[in-house]
């Protein structure tokens, strides 16, 4: 069983900086990547950015410039720093990994968290 909780959502004003963090725990035999993806309402789920074990990174156009990933692989733990927010960065934010635990390779999700831009 391999748990990956998020934390660092909120509301925030438009130019701000929000910063989420999302660690895995649990049966984890190694991560391959981690990364973020959004939901904003009635859109499809799309990617923000993710991050290879080797540190090599990859991110949607749209933040490029004003998000940054980071990977803490001691403590299995993928950070996403966002800054300059804009009211279409809105969404719910959610962490995942592709890693290999008991029974085989695996993507898990976390549960998201909340991201509201607007003054």
């Known amino acids: 069983q391999v748990q990956l909780v998020e934390s660092g959502g909120g509301l925030v004003q438009p130019g701000g900086s929000l910063r989420l963090s999302c660690a895995a725990s649990?049966?984890?035999?190694?991560?391959?990547?981690m990364g973020w993806y959004r939901q904003a309402p009635g859109k499809q789920r799309e990617l923000v950015a993710t991050i290879l074990g080797g540190g090599g990174t990859n991110y949607a156009d749209s933040v490029k410039g004003r998000f940054s990933i980071s990977r803490d692989n001691a403590k299995n733990t993928v950070y996403l720093q966002m800054n300059n927010l804009k009211p279409e960065d809105t969404a719910v934010y959610y962490c995942?990994?592709?890693?290999?635990?008991?029974?085989?390779?695996?993507?898990?999700w976390g549960q998201g968290t909340q991201v509201t831009v607007s003054s």
């Open positions: 649990g049966s984890i035999l190694s991560i391959y990547s």
């Open positions: 995942n990994a592709d890693l290999r635990r008991l029974g085989g390779r695996f993507t898990d």
